[in-house]
């Protein structure tokens, strides 16, 4: 059985080729999303964030080679380009394009807030230095692209970390302004949190980084990677003493490869007094077994640059196939449009906008969700007060377009009516969306 791909749920995960990936990444990133992309219920989108490096990193050398590393690590860990879109975010012109879209609809209060940015001035104001000291443009402007790469193809979640949470919650402020404006065009994504991912520790203890420089490359050759687990730092405990797997990193990454049955037969080394060098043999052996392979595959493709090319164009291609005709879209919604159609698209856009009153929904510097109802004009109809999570407030904002009288209800002092707004208003607006969306629905079926 086949699943429609316009039924699928969309995700998509980005990497910045700055590095060389390492078992942390494997471990926390490229093998769950693996597993996650052969879930036939959702369609995966997985890019090489190649503009968004640029702003990290000023050696071209580099840039093409981590291209080059993570796009053949993906492949040779498993992930089937056939069966999802897998490309380079510099083969989608498409993107900038719809990043300058974006940042026209952007508040800069809004990417004052950005917490790269912010970071970056608190780090100058610090050092008595002027507060946009070594701040590029391309820094202040990293959360547009990135909501650009989201937006363009729809995404409906976008697993992430917590600190990167902002960012998704800009991506649907800049698509909620946009809509306004120009219409129902972009989806608003959701943050995925990924709260189990495997932080796994480094060579020295703290979490593998190679800020840290205490990386293991997850494609290190049989030799090299046992060197470097031998350097793993333990305790001094002898052979035959008991040792704690509690703040082990040699116990860590092993629990990260290894099974449930394998990892508690550790743990009763451990307890028995294993020696250092053997627990570092018996981890070694176990992640080569599921390294190794891989490495083949790895190594073969490192050697053969080609063809990772020709897989990278080939799912640019496809991935084109949607952003193609979506910027056309847009580039319409917009007004840049063939002249012939101005005298007969103007009166309808005007008749559009006119019938769309619209929900956004931000976060403000307490850290609390709110959203407002606003009619086409800007003014707002109902206002929230502050909800704990996003969750909560689309939930609100969910019962609000199935049923307004009783959510009104039911959210009490939660919500307030806009000045001059009133609940007729409220129930007008709230029955065009209602209609708008079932239209909508009727269209996809």
């Known amino acids: 059985m086949t699943t429609n791909h316009s039924q699928r749920t969309r995700v998509l995960t980005g990497i910045t080729t700055t590095g060389t990936p390492h078992l942390g990444n494997y471990a926390g990133a490229i093998r769950p999303t693996l597993q996650a992309s052969r879930n036939p219920t959702t369609q995966g989108f997985y890019f090489l964030a190649d503009y968004h490096a640029l702003i990290k990193c000023d050696d071209p ?28 975010q510099s083969d989608i012109p498409e993107i900038p394009e719809l990043t ?11 990417l004052n807030r950005a917490h790269a940015y912010k970071a970056s ?3 100058n104001n610090l050092a008595g230095n002027d507060p946009d000291a070594d701040v590029t443009a391309g820094l202040f402007m990293y959360p547009v692209l990135m909501g650009a790469d989201i937006l363009m193809f729809k995404a409906h979640k976008v697993p992430v970390g917590r600190d990167q949470i902002q960012h998704i919650e800009m991506a649907r402020d800049m698509a909620s302004s946009f809509n306004h404006l120009y219409g129902e065009h972009l989806v608003l994504p959701e943050a ?45 405990r002898a052979p035959g003493e008991a040792k704690d797997t ?67 164009l080939k799912g640019a291609a496809k991935a084109r196939e949607l952003a193609t005709p979506f910027i056309q879209e847009l580039r319409h919604a917009v007004g840049l449009r063939s002249l012939a159609s101005a005298a007969s698209s103007q009166g309808h856009a005007k008749t559009a906008r006119a019938a769309s009153p619209a929900f956004k929904q931000y976060r403000e510097q307490d850290g609390q969700f ?5 009619d086409p004009q800007g003014r707002v109809l109902l206002q929230s007060l502050g909800f704990g999570s996003p969750k909560d407030a689309g939930m609100a904002i969910a019962q609000l ?20 707004a009133s609940a007729a208003l409220v129930a007008e607006a709230l029955a065009t969306l209602r209609a708008e969306l079932a239209e909508k629905a009727k269209a996809k079926s």
């Open 100 to 110: 300058w879209f974006l940042t026209c609809v952007t508040g800069k209060g809004m």
């Open 192 to 236: 995925v949190i990924e709260e189990s991912v495997a932080l796994l520790p480094g060579l020295d203890g703290r979490k593998m980084s190679k800020s840290y420089d205490n990386t293991i490359p997850l494609f290190s050759s049989s030799a090299q990677l046992k060197k470097l687990i031998s350097g793993i730092v333990t305790d001094s």
């Open 401 to 420: 377009q199935q049923d307004d009288a009783k959510a009104l209800a039911a959210l009490g002092a939660q919500v307030k009516f806009g000045e001059g």
């Open 246 to 312: 509690e703040g082990s990193a040699l116990f860590q990454i092993y629990q990260a490869f290894a099974s449930a049955e394998e990892t508690a037969s550790l743990a009763k080394a451990y307890a028995d007094g294993i020696g250092w060098g053997d627990a570092k043999q018996m981890l070694f052996e176990r992640i080569d077994r599921e390294v190794a392979p891989m490495r083949a595959k790895y190594e073969e493709l490192i050697n053969n640059p080609a063809t990772v090319d020709a897989i990278l």
């Open 61 to 88: 050398a580099r840039i093409q080679r981590s291209t080059l590393e993570i796009a053949a690590s993906w492949i040779a860990a498993g992930l089937d380009p056939d069966s999802v879109m897998f490309y380079r």
């Open 121 to 123: 001035v608190d780090k």
């Open 370 to 374: 709110y959203f407002k109802l606003v």
